[in-house]
């Protein structure tokens, strides 16, 4: 049976999966959303004698019903490959009382890897499926992180290029020589002079420009989007949290059927979106814990039932999730909201005019299997020290978020159900911070000295990634005005 997606802003507008994923966004605003998930068809005793990537193809058949096996499984094969540096692609590490699933084994080791490993391939296999001839062009603006990841991924896909925009002075200087240093021929990354707002503004007039639109269209090109509200990002991340139960299961941690709490550092809300997805096709969950860092919109809308963006915006160690508005929610509203995309676009509404919503009491009821947590900054770097100091691992700043969140969750609640946090970065991608709180001494050695500190105190080796930038040749150079973003694009794509 197919699968249908649709709008959450209008339930009239509807896509199938290959097409949802080529448009990245509904209209209006909206966002495609499955019209039910279906369930596991394989029991978990048979999940857990399966590899990660036989796995994702149980899971990516029942989302993606209009891609042949054949397909899928290019898809799985091309993404998760000797790119990760482990055979089981995401591990888990049992330390302090709950197991660490390490989603950090990828080319930019960070778990946006997870999926924009793979979006190249369903893309470009979608593009085909629908009779598209043009090359596909990503264009994505960066605050820092998911750059490289894209980067990384659409690097030497056939069909694909890629342009990515990041604030010239607004990113740190190890993500910067990250993306100039990318070597895929079809890449192309500019500074360009402005924050990340002027360069996201600049991105999304480029979508909107009809006119530009159809002169690409004329030179045998097609405007995409790689950002985490494409289903075809979403979808992959169910996997790891079905193939982390199959592991506990093989591994005699758990009987069949026994709820595991997932907890989740969470910024745009799409990693423990898609674990709650996982859990509707069959995953048995007791709680999911929604954990936030001093940016806590979240923690205060589970606890209150009133979301609202209105405060202060903080700058913290876990930049990626300092985030006031998280897209992703929008799917859980429409799920509670009985998918009325009228209910929910009024909600909607309220937040784009005055920054906050209120769910109804009865809505609420439904986030019933939800808890909301957050750390501070002390919290985080005393959660670092901690986990080191108790057993030699080292963990992420982000990481740490949902550590400490755990900490206090189990502290209050007494609730001793084996849990699995998702680990969403090495240390070594932000080697300042966690040296700052496993070794304070530290502070004077540069980003380099630091990371090999790191590896001397924890045992890691240090990453490729981190290890291939240290002496890589300065590729991509170009620093362009705000104004002329649309210029150099033409000029990258040579017309
Ligand atoms: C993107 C990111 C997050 C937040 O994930 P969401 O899916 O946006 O909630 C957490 N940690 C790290 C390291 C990330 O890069």
Do not use: W
């Amino acid at each position: 049976m197919e699968l249908i997606y649709r709008s959450t802003r209008n339930n009239n507008e509807t896509a199938k999966a290959s097409e949802a994923i080529l448009k990245g966004l509904a209209g209006e605003g909206g966002l495609f959303v499955p019209d039910f998930i279906p369930e596991l068809d394989k029991s978990f005793e048979e999940l857990s004698k399966m590899t990660y990537q036989e796995i994702a193809y149980e899971v990516m058949k029942l989302m993606f019903t209009d891609f042949t096996e054949e397909e899928l499984k290019y898809c799985i094969n091309s993404a998760y490959d000797e790119k990760f540096d482990t055979p089981v692609i995401a591990p888990l590490a049992y330390h302090n009382g709950a197991f660490f699933l390490e989603l950090f084994h990828g080319k930019t080791i960070a778990f946006k890897d997870m999926a924009l490993s793979i979006l190249p391939y369903l893309m470009t296999v979608s593009a085909k499926k629908n009779n598209i001839k043009n090359e596909i062009v990503i264009l994505t603006a960066t605050s820092g992180d998911t750059g490289k990841a894209a980067l990384a991924g659409f690097a030497d896909v056939p069909g694909t290029r890629i342009a990515v925009f990041y604030p010239k002075n607004g990113v740190s200087p190890i993500q910067e020589k990250q993306m100039v240093t990318e070597k895929g021929k079809n890449t192309f990354v500019a500074g360009i002079t402005g924050n990340f707002d002027d360069a996201q503004t600049g991105v999304k007039n480029m979508f909107k420009d009809e006119a530009l639109n159809a002169y690409l269209n004329g030179k045998g090109f097609q405007l995409s989007s790689a950002n985490s509200i494409n289903i075809g990002r979403l979808v992959p991340q169910m996997v790891y949290y079905i193939y982390s139960y199959a592991q506990l299961l093989k591994d005699g941690k758990i009987s069949a059927g026994d709820k595991i709490n997932i907890v989740v550092p969470t910024g745009n809300f799409g990693n423990i979106l898609a674990a709650y997805y996982a859990s509707l096709m069959g995953l048995p969950v007791n709680k999911f814990i929604c954990a936030s860092n001093d940016n806590k919109v979240l923690y205060d809308f589970f606890t209150t039932g009133t979301y609202d963006r209105n405060r202060e915006f903080i700058l913290t160690t876990s930049p990626s999730m300092d985030i006031l508005i998280s897209s992703n929610l929008e799917r859980l509203i429409y799920k509670i909201a009985d998918c009325d995309s009228d209910k929910l676009s009024s909600l909607m509404n309220d937040l784009s005019q005055k920054g906050k919503y209120e769910i109804t009491p009865s809505m609420k009821e439904k986030l019933d299997m939800f808890r909301g947590g957050f750390a501070t900054e002390a919290e985080v770097a005393d959660e670092i020290g901690k986990i080191y100091k108790e057993d030699g691992y080292v963990i992420d700043t982000h990481t740490a978020v949902a550590a400490a969140v755990y900490d206090k969750y189990k502290a209050e609640s007494g609730d001793d159900t084996v849990t699995v946090i998702a680990s969403t970065a090495s240390p070594y991608k932000f080697t300042r911070s966690v040296m700052a709180a496993i070794d304070p001494e530290s502070k004077d050695m540069d980003d380099f000295e630091l990371a090999d500190k790191l590896s001397m105190l924890s045992g890691v080796r240090i990453p490729n990634a981190v290890e291939e930038i240290r002496n890589a040749e300065i590729i991509h150079k170009t620093v362009c005005d705000k104004e002329d973003m649309e210029q150099t694009v033409k000029s990258f794509l040579g017309c």
